[in-house]
């Protein structure tokens, strides 16, 4: 009963997004902007962890790029409540503040791997890979 809630709940986000929109493991949904942008659109609180978990994920499962492309966040942190979180995949678009505590990471961006690494984090228990 619990996996069919879940599969209907997903089947509703998926309708409801935009078209071209991609719901992430963690129901987040992310829309491609252009070639090298996409943003994760919030549905009420959007944290750093929620964001990177949906970009990670997008740009692995379905852009289908490796888990070591790198991503980088275009817009600054902190958002206004509601507003979407765009990411890149053109360094020179970068803001160099990820929003997540990391430690010698100069590059401002996070591997594909280790944003859909924050899917277990943030709490996303319906992940699979």
Known sequence: MRAFLVTALLGAASLAAPAHAWVASNGFVVQPIDALHFQVNSRGRLGPSNAWCAAGDYVIKNLGLPYPTMIWRASPPPQAGGAPIVFTLDPSDRHYDTGLAQ?????????????????WVSGSRGYRD
Do not use: D, E, H
């Open 103 to 119: 430690i010698g990471n100069k590059s401002g961006g996070v591997s594909a791997s280790l944003a859909q690494q924050l899917c």
